[in-house]
């Protein structure tokens, strides 16, 4: 079947610390890779995505790599802004257009 | 509209009351999904629509709960009987599809159901 682990939060770090939020998938077939984030009081919007292995989605500083030898997709960020505490969630496209997602990290960056 | 509407926002109900949820696309996304998102839980698929029939609602978790569109647009998650682990947030996402399909969903900020 198909499905999405990511780590557990909550997570808190410093401004300006590094940034890793592990997520593996299992899926049928190559399904594309998505990472979520959510806001607080808003509605979950795209971050970044990745369609076939060896891909690197990008934005906003953030940046994840679709590994498909360990079936993985970890999202990663240099140095973060307290702007960034926020909920993340991973995901994936699989078969029949259906949307797998993580249970979601919660980030906290603190000044 | 420009995004994803959704209504109520919030939404106060006794225990065995039915209630309706309400989404509004975005124009031109014919795909649409309903999730449930419980406090520390991820997004619980519910069913997809694709115009207006539904080719996957094996995520609803009961025969209380039924889902429709119409016109290719506004759809309704109507919840029958409603139990305190009804008790979530429900997120719609609405998706291009065809040429113009980037893999992308859009969601909602979703309704907040209070099953008292």
């Known amino acids: 079947g198909n499905s999405v682990t990511q780590m557990e939060g909550p997570v808190t770090l410093s401004e300006e610390a590094f940034l890793t939020i592990n997520c593996t998938y299992t899926?049928?077939?190559?399904?594309?890779l998505f990472w979520y984030v959510q806001y607080p009081g808003e509605g979950l919007q795209l971050l970044l995505k990745?369609?076939?292995?060896?891909d690197k989605g990008s934005n906003k500083g953030f940046e994840a790599t679709y590994r498909k030898e360990t079936t993985s997709f970890h999202l990663e960020k240099g140095s973060v802004q307290v702007s960034d505490s926020a909920v993340y969630f991973c995901?994936?496209?699989?078969?029949?257009?259906?949307?797998?997602f993580g249970t979601g990290t919660s980030l906290t960056v603190i000044p | 509209g420009a995004g994803v509407s959704q209504s109520p926002s919030n939404k106060v109900t006794e225990k065995g009351k039915d209630v309706e949820l309400r989404c509004d696309p975005i124009?031109?996304?014919?795909?649409l999904y309903w999730y449930r998102q419980s406090l520390g839980q991820g997004l619980e698929f519910l069913i997809y629509?694709?115009?207006?029939?539904?080719?996957?609602k094996s995520g609803l978790p009961s025969d209380r709960f039924s889902a429709e569109r119409t016109g290719g647009s506004v759809s309704t998650l109507t919840i029958q009987r409603t139990q305190q682990e009804d008790s979530a947030v429900y997120l719609c996402?609405?998706?291009?599809?065809?040429?113009?399909?980037?893999?992308?969903?859009?969601f909602g900020e979703g309704s907040r159901l209070t099953v008292l």
């Open positions: 629509f694709q115009g207006n029939s539904a080719p996957d």
């Open positions: 990745a369609t076939k292995a060896d």
């Open positions: 899926a049928t077939g190559y399904p594309s």
């Open positions: 995901a994936l496209r699989g078969p029949g257009n259906q949307f797998y």
């Open positions: 996402a609405t998706r291009r599809t065809g040429v113009r399909d980037t893999g992308e969903l859009f």
């Open positions: 124009s031109g996304h014919t795909a």
